[in-house]
Every structure is written in structure tokens, then in C-alpha cells.
């Protein structure tokens, strides 16, 4: 089959051929939707830069200690992920400074996960950070059995416990997102969780709890707008009168806002409401209307993204945890 090309991305991501290029480029001058949108497309077609395709074909049949090139597996096949789209832009910047290249990968099953090592054992990577990485995945194991060096974005859960990683202050964050809504006289607090089986889900959950009193209002979310949508109805199922929210992402943010709105309660009038990453500009296309910007807690996700790249260069292996800062928009 032909190697798709930077114009077949173009295409089939609706977009023009220069925007592509800012987008592999790190370019700032890329909404984060168009950018996620991209990023996907270049993900599906297995695109990879030409720069970074000779430097594969330079060390193809024979291992070298350095190729100068570095696979970013995303591990649960997401597609259109703003986060990770932040993260892959300073991973970007960071070996573009070295001198070096990033090829993409997925990983969102078994087979894919060999096929990834596969890849690093043919084509020489000189490691791989894994985004979106569940407790029970098989490529940590993978990878290390093949000596691939090996960075994770977010803290691992048990049996990847010997993984380094770089992370942010989540359970920090999320009690003290929880903690300014209820100083602010916000009484009945919804929580909408992420994924319990990735380390953010289960530090933001825990750090919200820990500031509530009494009964909870809890329901299980996915890192998804359709997933944020789907619990904050079932949160005023339990209870019609809450008058705050707090999404353990601000995908999940946004599916709440727009559930919000279609039963008619104002934000942040009647419901006040909090996310976390800090992905979205006031003007991004997920928001539900202009002057809508979102109250999240930001994690410097690029970075992150930086400092996972030179985890891989430098070979180093103490974990990295940045701070998260609450940025107040119009949505509390």
C-alpha cells in the first residue's frame, strides 16, 4: 500500500496542507479541535514525516544505540484528544531542539501493542512514551522485555508501578477546585469521575472527595464528552437541585455544560462548573457559546510533554510531578 502523504492528511482531515505542517511543526497558530482532528488523522493513516521516515530507513536492517527517534504510543486508540494533543506538541519541541524525530503510533489492543514492539525492534526507536495508559495494558511489560527505554504520561497503577512517568498534582488539583466552589457557597457538589483504571481518574476522584461532606454525588465518566454528557444526567437525576459540578476532565466539562443547558440551568447562575486540563480557548469549537470560557484546573501539559522527551534522551528515570493552577473562566 502507498505511504500516505502530508496531502492525503490534509484531505482527509478537511484542513489545508500548510495547516498540517503547523501542526507538526508545534505550531501555536492551531485551534486545539483542528489540532486533535489532525492528529487523529495522522494517527488512523500511519503518517509519518519524511524526515523522520530516512532516518528510519537509515537504521532499518541493523540496531544502533541512537536512531534519534522516539514512538508516542497512545494506548487506548483515542482519536480526537486534546490533551494529548498539547502533550505531543511539546515532545515535538523538545526533540526537534535534540536534533531528533517523533514517529506516532496506537496501541488500543493486544495485537497493536506487539505490533508497536515490533516496530521499535526493526526500526529502531530510542524509546517510547505511552499516552492514555490503563493499569491492565500489556505493552509496559512488552516494552521492557524488548529493551525499549520507556516513559508514561500519568502516575501507573499496580503492576506498572516500576514505570517512569511524569505527572501533574491531580489529587492537589481536584480537592482544591472542590474546596474554592464550596468557599464560594456552592453547597451541593456534583462530581463527575474519570476512568478508574488510569491513575488521573482515581487521584482527581479521591482529591474532590476529600474536601465533600456528607452524602456524595458521584457518577463514573470516561475522559469523554459523551461520557461528561451522560453522567451530569444522571447527577440531576439524583439530585435536581446541585449547584455545582466538578468534571475530572474538560471533555467531560463540555458535555456537561451542554446537558446543563438543554435542561435549562444557567452557568454559572445556577450551576457552577469546574474541569481540568486546561485544553480549550474561550473560542474553541466545543464550547457551547462564545463568552463561555471554562473554569478548569491546568496541568502544563507541553511541559510535560518536554520533559518526557528528555526523560528518553538523557535516559532518566526519577518520576517528574508538576503543579496544577486554577484558572477562572465564566463557567464559576
Not at 529493551?147 to 497503577?157: I, N
Not at 463514573?220 to 461520557?227: K, L, N, P, T
Not at 474553541?284 to 518536554?306: F, S, Y
Request: proline share 5%; net charge positive.
Amino acid at each position: 500500500m502507498k505511504r500516505p502523504t502530508l496531502e492525503t492528511v490534509a484531505a482527509v482531515a478537511e484542513v489545508s496542507r500548510s495547516t498540517v505542517s503547523r501542526v507538526m511543526n508545534g505550531s501555536g497558530r492551531v485551534s486545539p479541535a483542528v489540532r486533535a482532528r489532525v492528529l487523529a488523522v495522522i494517527e488512523e493513516l500511519g503518517y509519518v514525516p519524511n524526515q523522520a521516515a530516512r532516518a528510519l530507513a537509515s537504521s532499518y536492517s541493523k540496531r544502533r544505540t541512537h536512531s534519534g527517534t522516539i514512538a508516542v504510543i497512545n494506548c487506548t486508540g483515542w482519536g480526537q484528544d486534546p490533551v494529548s494533543a498539547e502533550i505531543v506538541i511539546g515532545i515535538r519541541d523538545e526533540m526537534t531542539r535534540a536534533g531528533g524525530h517523533v514517529v506516532w503510533l496506537s496501541a488500543a489492543n493486544r495485537i497493536e501493542a506487539e505490533q508497536c514492539v515490533t516496530f521499535a525492534r526493526e526500526r529502531v526507536i530510542d524509546g517510547a512514551i505511552l499516552l492514555c495508559l490503563p493499569s491492565d495494558h500489556p505493552l509496559p511489560g512488552l516494552l521492557r522485555r524488548a529493551g525499549v527505554p520507556t516513559v508514561a504520561f500519568g502516575r501507573p497503577l499496580s503492576n506498572q508501578a516500576n514505570l517512569t512517568y511524569v505527572d501533574a498534582e491531580n489529587y492537589a488539583g481536584a480537592e482544591g477546585a472542590v474546596r474554592w466552589l464550596i468557599e464560594h457557597g456552592r453547597r451541593r457538589v456534583g462530581i463527575i469521575a474519570g476512568r478508574q483504571d488510569m491513575s488521573a481518574g482515581v487521584d482527581r476522584l479521591a482529591g474532590s472527595r476529600a474536601v465533600i461532606e456528607g452524602a456524595e454525588l458521584v457518577e463514573m465518566g470516561d475522559f469523554s464528552i459523551r461520557g461528561g454528557a451522560r453522567a451530569m444526567r444522571a447527577l440531576l437525576r439524583q439530585q435536581p437541585r446541585l449547584d455545582a459540578v466538578f468534571a475530572a476532565s474538560d471533555l467531560m466539562a463540555v458535555g456537561a455544560m451542554q446537558v446543563l443547558r438543554e435542561a435549562g440551568r444557567r452557568v454559572p447562575d445556577d450551576v457552577a462548573l469546574i474541569g481540568f486540563d486546561g485544553v480549550f480557548d474561550d473560542d474553541c469549537d466545543h464550547l457551547p457559546g462564545p463568552g463561555l470560557a471554562l473554569t478548569t484546573v491546568r496541568q502544563p501539559l507541553r511541559q510535560m510533554g518536554r520533559r518526557m522527551a528528555r526523560q528518553i534522551i538523557t535516559g532518566g528515570t526519577q518520576p517528574a510531578i508538576f503543579p496544577t493552577e486554577l484558572v477562572l473562566g465564566a463557567s464559576a
